[in-house]
């Protein structure tokens, strides 16, 4: 199919579009963590979207790449997918003046790796949750895509540095590792996220 140029460049029909539909901004993204059911009975952590959700600074949606290999014919070679490949992902948290962001994430690396237990891990289907990321509608009557990371756990937490000099927020950086994701459909028919 031909493009028309004359119209597919045409600054007035690209704002028309915008106003219609809008953009996609970066603030308008929101997360829900759940994490393993065992933790939050042994934690008795209540109302952790409070402190979760509300607090989550910023987030990479995450992405897939495909690890491939080579086949020769002569000539060039042809490439084709051989694995998925999934990158870990890190959500900064501002942190609450009860510290409660730090407290539930030092409580969930404790319970993978228990120091009162030797420091031996638990089995990782006893750790693993999911992360639902979503992203906000400009008018925030709820997501206009979301997405779920399945089999999730923490890998790392990042230092807190205290100083005198700073009045910033504190901020905690944990990253996540996951076996997959997959786009919600539930949530991209625009049923209500809990914000």
Known sequence: MAINTKKALN???????????GISKLNRIAIQIKPPAELLGVLSFNNKD??????AESVS???VEFTTGAIYFGGPPMTFPTRSEYR???ISFIVDDWMRQKI???SWMNYINPKENKFDFRYRDDIIGEIDILQIREDGQGPSYGLRMYEVFPIAMSEIKGSW????????????SYRDWNRSEERRVGKECRL
């Not at 409070?50 to 607090?55: A, G, P, Q, V």
């Open 104 to 106: 539930f994430f030092d």
């Open 88 to 90: 870990d992902v890190t």
């Open 165 to 176: 000099a700073e009045q910033e927020p504190v901020r905690l950086d944990i990253s996540f």
């Open 50 to 55: 409070e402190y979760l959700t509300y607090y």
């Open 11 to 21: 600054i007035s029909d690209f704002v028309s579009r915008i106003s219609d539909r």
């Open 61 to 63: 949606m995450p992405g």
